[in-house]
Structure formats: C-alpha cells, structure tokens
C-alpha cells in the first residue's frame, strides 16, 4: 500500500548519501533503495539521472523535492524491455517500434499517450509520458533488478547536468539515499525527445544524441521552433521543460557568433579579472587577453564537454562567460539548444 500518512514522510533533509561503485554488490545495494522508494543517482549514457520507482507517487515527489523541480516538469521513464513500454503506454504508434528498433537502448526518449499505471506525479499532470531504453549498462542493470526508473537530469533544478558522478555528488550530498559511479558519461547532453506528429512524422522537442538526420531516415520530422528561439509568448509549451531556463552556471553566459577575429576583438574590449572565454579546442588562443577554456571542436565532442566546462567556471568565479557559438547542425543543434537556454537566449553578433 502507497503511504499516505499526514506526516510527511518525503523529508529529504539530512540524509547521508551513500557512494557507490559499479560492482554487482553495490547495484544490487542501489536497487533495493530504489524498490524502498528512495532516489538514487545513476550513470547513463546521457547525463546522470535522479532515480527512483516511476510508479510510486511518493518516490517520484523525493525527486522533485532533491532537485526542486516544478512539480509540471514531466520525468522520463527509464525501461529495460518492450513489454515495459506496453504496460506504460495507452497507445502505442507503429512508428514508435520502428524508431525503438533503430535507436534503443540508446538516447532517444518518445512521447505517446500514457496509461494509468503511470501516476500524475510522473508526468507532470500531462496524459502523456516519456519513455526511453537507455544503453548504459549500470542503468540496464538497475531497472532490471527493480522497476521502470522515473530519471530526470541529477543536478539541482536550473543548473548544468551532471555528466560526472563528483558533480551529482556535489548537487544532491544528503538530499538522496545513494550515487554510483558509472564513470563520465558517454555523450554528455540529455536524450532527444520526440512526439509523434502523424503517422510518418515526429517533432524534436529536445535535440540531442540522436540527431534530425538519423531520425529522418525512417521519418518525416519537424524540429519545434522552440529549441532555437525563446518561446513564444502566449503559446502553451509542447514539452514543459521549454519554459524553464536551464542549465545554467552562476556566471553570466553570452554566446558570441562570428570568427575567431571577431570574437577576439569582442571579448578583448570586455576584459576583466573575473571574465572567461570558452573556446574550441582547434582556436589559436594567443591574441586574447581575457582567461580561458576550451569545450572540443568536434559537435560530439562539445556535447560531451559543455556542462563539465559551464561547472569548472563557476569553481573559478568566472562572473561572465563568452562562448564561441558552435555550429547547429547534427549533435551540434543540442549543443547550441543548451547553450542558448544557459545563456537565457543573449546571442552577441560580433
Ligand atoms: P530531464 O528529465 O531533466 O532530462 O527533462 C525531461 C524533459 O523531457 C522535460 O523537461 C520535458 O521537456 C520533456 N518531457 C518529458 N516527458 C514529457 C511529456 N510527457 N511531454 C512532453 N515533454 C516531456
Ligand atoms: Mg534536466
């Protein structure tokens, strides 16, 4: 029976959160937790997630009370096997077959109409839910030894994602049962998610891993005018997690498009003690004068980059923080998406 007790009973305050290692011994430990209804941070291929019983009403609110998440802000429901998705879903599109076929495991989330196994604290109070089969192994593991996993993104609400376990660590210390570490994370931006359109077509609400052009190989696709521009005012958000500002450092961050000469020019007329640029790893750094880091040069490499570097700036007290914009197409539109939300949509053309 669900407890319902007037107390209440998702306290998270003074926990002592328990460092695990990826060994049988300490996933087994991970998921009677999660079975008991506490949250757990989890490696996936993604980013680390916050995880606990996607059924259970009174696990997922742990969730959202660790990382003070609006309570409209639908989870991702993490499962090992299709049948999972059968039991989740109402109705389920051909399409959707097609798509898990191709891309699961793997970083790709889909949104069909949900059934009522899965509780409103899920879903953020929509009809729909999010599910995913993700590909990590320790993830895999879990949800097989429990129960589908409701995991959103393990960093408190509003920050950068976690793609290291020392960063969930960092956000969530005696605000959940346990972490294990997984190592750093494979891609290093959160999954696509998609909604199915019609038959033949999806909308990329969230870009990530799986990019416009694999998808489009088995479908027609529409990317949601949100993921570039800031939405628009009076339009109802497709995907709750679009009216939010996201991923964001303490520092102010200023996404600076044109050359390297130009940006050099630019952040060289702002200099100050406490102003960062975060450059491509291929930039020749010698003409600027402001400090700096770098977030690869490869799209994939910048998805996996960017929130550790938006992380490490804040340990330096950066207070503003220039990036060179990358490009939008492939992994690189996710990348940019991120970047714009962390940056609250302030573009500088130099
Ligand atoms: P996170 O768990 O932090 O990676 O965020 C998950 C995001 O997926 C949410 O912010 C939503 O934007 C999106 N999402 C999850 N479930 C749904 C759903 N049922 N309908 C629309 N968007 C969803
Ligand atoms: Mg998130």
């Not at 993490?78 to 959707?96: G, K, M, N, T, V």
Request: charged letters at 25%; aromatic letters at 8%; hydrophobic letters at 35%.
């Amino acid at each position: 029976m669900r407890q319902t007790a007037m107390t209440d009973k998702t306290d998270i305050k003074g926990l002592t959160t328990l460092r695990l290692k990826n060994t049988p011994r300490d996933i087994e430990k991970a998921a009677e937790l999660i079975r008991r209804g506490q949250v757990v941070g989890i490696p996936t291929e993604t980013v680390y997630g916050l995880g606990a019983d996607a059924l259970d009403p009174l696990a997922v609110s742990r969730i959202f009370k660790a990382k003070n998440r609006p309570m409209d802000n639908p989870l991702i429901v993490h499962i090992y096997s299709l049948e999972q998705a059968d039991e989740l879903a109402r109705e389920i599109p051909e399409l959707f077959y097609t798509l898990a076929e191709k891309f699961w495991p793997g970083p790709l989330t889909m949104i069909v109409p949900k059934s009522d196994r899965v509780p409103l604290e899920t879903s953020g109070g929509l009809d729909t839910v999010g599910i995913r089969m993700p590909s990590h192994a320790v993830m895999r593991q879990l949800i097989k030894l429990s129960v589908p996993i409701a995991a959103p993104s393990a960093n408190r609400s509003g920050y950068p994602s976690p793609t290291t376990e020392q960063h969930v660590y960092d956000d969530m210390k005696g605000r959940i049962a346990a972490v294990i570490d997984g190592g750093e994370c494979r891609f290093g931006v959160e999954s696509t998610v998609i909604s199915f359109e019609s038959e033949d077509t999806v909308r990329i609400l969230r870009p990530g891993s799986v990019t416009r052009s694999m998808l489009s190989q088995y479908a027609g696709v529409i990317v949601d005018d949100a993921i570039l521009h800031d939405l628009e005012q009076g339009r109802t958000a497709p995907s709750p997690g679009m009216k939010y500002k996201h991923y964001s450092p303490r520092a102010e961050v200023r996404i600076v498009e044109g050359s390297m000469d130009s940006f050099i020019r630019y952040t060289n007329s702002m200099y100050g003690d406490d102003v960062y640029c975060l450059i491509f790893d291929d930039d020749d750094p010698r003409e600027l004068r402001c400090r700096y880091m770098t977030y690869g040069s490869t799209d994939v490499q910048q998805a996996h980059e960017l929130f550790a570097r938006l992380r490490e700036l804040d340990d330096k007290n950066a207070a503003t923080v220039y990036v060179r914009s990358p490009q939008s197409t492939g992994v690189g539109l996710a990348v940019y998406n991120r970047l714009l939300r962390a940056a609250a949509f302030q573009v500088i053309k130099a």
